[in-house]
Nanobody, 126 residues
Framework: QVQLIESGGGLVQAGDSLRLSCAASGGVWSNRHMGWFRQAPGKEREFVAVIRWSGGTTLYADSVEGRFTISRDNAKNTVYLQMNSLKPEDTAVYYC???????????????????WGQGTQVIVSS
């Protein structure tokens, strides 16, 4: 059974840092792109970052570029999201997601990710 479990969320002040983790199980994960999305209250779930399975190249939303870093440890089946210089507008539930194996479609869209975690809450106070 494919499963993604996020951890690391919490309440922080503006300017602080947090590192989210996503532990994957139930399949082969080294051949899947792994992404992070977030959903703020009353808003649509939006793309944050993705790391490709081949070469480990990364893509980021403009709103987090330069502040967030996505990485993966295939030996541990874990994906990380290091979040620095957090802002109140980063407040959201953060979701880890995975594409199917060897996926070659768009990476910014939720439609490319059939596997999702339950989410972890991040609250940034001003």
């Amino acid at each position: 059974q494919v499963q993604l479990i996020e951890s690391g969320g919490g309440l922080v002040q503006a300017g602080d840092s947090l590192r989210l983790s996503c532990a994957a199980s139930g399949g082969v994960w080294s051949n899947r792109h792994m992404g992070w999305f977030r959903q703020a209250p009353g808003k649509e779930r939006e793309f944050v970052a993705v790391i490709r399975w081949s070469g480990g190249t990364t893509l980021y939303a403009d709103s987090v570029e330069g502040r967030f870093t996505i990485s993966r440890d295939n030996a541990k089946n874990t994906v990380y999201l290091q979040m620095n210089s957090l802002k109140p507008e980063d407040t959201a539930v953060y979701y880890c997601a995975s594409t199917p194996p060897y996926y070659s479609g768009p990476l910014y869209s939720r439609a490319g990710y059939p596997y999702w975690g339950q989410g972890t809450q991040v609250i940034v106070s001003s």
